[in-house]
């Protein structure tokens, strides 16, 4: 126990060596902070990238191990440290073996999108609208074609909170395919429109304002209504697909556009939803063969 208590005196006299010389020095100060920085920011990167998975309690085993293994020293709790520390000798060989499908996974995925997401570099901002705008574009002719009504409300600057609460929350990143099962007719959700925000479908169901003008054509339904009137309330872009024609429109600034061809919709999408700075840039989007 003496000898613990030597030891741990050493220990506190190196720390306050270490840290008078971090004061008397400008430059290893600046790097002794910049140090710390990056290793809290791996660690919880790390942390986020491994919540939910088994491997989270892989690593809630190994801190439980080396905090009981530290314990123990200090404690001289000789034979407990002695198993303590042979298995966190010979555990790591263990751990490989029964990990080996994750670690490989792990490794496989060294310069992917998954380990560029993990330092935080996201995809262009850019390149991501225009991708969503051709998922967007696909789930509506898909949805023309088989003459199935939809309501597209898309999000830009004014935020449809209140809106989205109507609704029921998902959050799911855009596919063509949740876009089209969303509105199959019998299904619990389809009647009502749907809120692209951030990205995402963030809720479907959700209830939007009628416009009342009096100058709107009869003719017009409550889907074409409702798209007219959120877009009068807010800067969204709104995708209406008629289910008596098939027929797309698509309203903005509380102005339908009618009958709205494909090449033409990515367009109107293009220029409205893509950031400024690209839309001097050449873009045009192709459909999948």
């Known amino acids: 126990m003496l000898k613990n208590l030597e030891i741990l005196s050493i220990k506190e006299g190196d720390i306050t060596a270490f840290f008078n010389t ?104 850019a390149t991501k609208v225009k991708e969503n705008i051709y998922k967007i574009t696909i789930a509506a002719m898909e949805l023309s074609n088989t003459k199935t009504g939809a309501l597209i409300v898309i999000e830009r600057d004014i935020k449809l909170k209140d809106i989205i609460d109507t609704g029921v929350l998902i959050g799911a990143e855009i596919s063509p395919q949740l876009l089209v099962n969303i509105f199959q007719p019998n299904t619990p959700l389809h009647d009502g429109a749907v809120i692209i925000s951030e990205s995402k479908i963030m809720a479907a169901a959700c209830m939007l304002p009628l416009a009342g003008d009096k100058n709107i054509s009869k003719k017009l339904g409550t889907r074409h209504r409702s798209a007219i009137g959120i877009s009068k309330e807010s800067d969204s872009i709104v995708i209406v697909v008629s289910e008596e024609t098939g027929k797309i429109s698509v309203a903005k600034n509380g102005t339908l556009i009618a009958d709205v061809k494909e090449e033409a919709l990515k367009q109107i999408l293009i220029k409205n939803l893509v950031p400024k700075i690209e839309e001097r840039k050449k873009f045009k989007l192709t459909r999948k063969k």
């Open 22 to 125: 971090l004061l008397h020095s400008p430059y290893n100060l600046i790097m002794f902070i910049v140090d710390i920085t990056i290793v809290v920011f791996i660690a919880v990167k790390f942390f986020q990238f491994v919540k939910g998975t088994r491997a989270l309690q892989l690593l809630k085993g190994i801190l439980f191990l080396i905090a009981a293994t530290m314990i123990s020293s200090l404690l001289n709790l000789r034979v407990l440290n002695f198993i303590l520390t042979s298995f966190m000798t010979y555990g790591v060989i263990l751990l490989i073996v029964m990990f080996q499908p994750e670690l490989r996974r792990a490794l496989e995925q060294l310069g992917s999108n998954k380990i560029n997401k993990f330092f935080g570099i996201e995809q262009d901002i």
